[in-house]
């Protein structure tokens, strides 16, 4: 039997208002340009640190690149909350955690195409075990390394997670 390879995955195509019209695979959602829906989960150690990756060059989105949040589409019929926990243990490679703390969510229009984002949080205390297939690098970094790296721009990051932390950062600075 053979495995049902990343692009033959089902998604939910939705509107611009982030309601579902259809279903289709994740190839065509993706050569077609089709708005679906992804999760973004920042992942914190115990000292605070975020956990940041580079993606494995075999990724159908943005592969090599560096990230700050672990996640990825929703399967169809699966919502934001059930897909923020798979999506966490599954790169991460832990189980048991808690249900990643929703945020806030947005429309992604940028390089790679459009999708409804819902940023999430979690803290993760346990010892790590990246998905191998996903991860190709990872490493926990304080916020003020993190920034650095960003600012800096010698890492490629991914797009859709450059725009998730500048809108996190931005969501952080109006609740202090």
């Not at 973004?40 to 159908?60: E, I, M, N």
């Not at 832990?94 to 409804?116: A, D, H, M, N």
């Not at 690098?137 to 993190?146: C, D, I, K, Q, T």
Request: glycine residues 10%; proline residues 5%.
């Amino acid at each position: 039997m053979n495995p049902v390879s990343a692009a033959d995955e089902v998604l939910d195509v939705v509107d611009r208002d982030d309601r579902v019209t259809g279903r289709a695979p994740r190839g065509e959602v993706y050569a077609r340009g089709l708005i679906h829906r992804c999760v973004f989960v920042r992942a914190r150690d115990a000292a605070g640190r975020v956990f940041v990756h580079r993606r494995t060059a075999s990724k159908l989105v943005f592969p090599s690149h560096y990230d700050m949040f672990v996640g990825g589409v929703l399967g169809a019929g699966e919502d934001y909350a059930q897909a923020a926990l798979r999506e966490t243990e599954e790169e991460l490679g832990v189980s048991g955690l808690e249900q990643p703390r929703p945020l806030f969510k947005f429309l992604y229009e940028g390089p790679g195409g459009s999708w409804w984002s819902y940023v999430h949080e979690v803290r993760c205390e346990l010892p790590v075990r990246p998905q191998e297939s996903e991860v190709a690098w990872h490493a926990w970094l304080s916020e003020e390394e993190l920034a650095r790296r960003v600012a800096e721009g010698s890492w490629a990051w991914v797009p859709d997670g450059l725009e998730a932390y500048r809108r996190l950062r931005a969501h952080e600075g109006r609740r202090q």
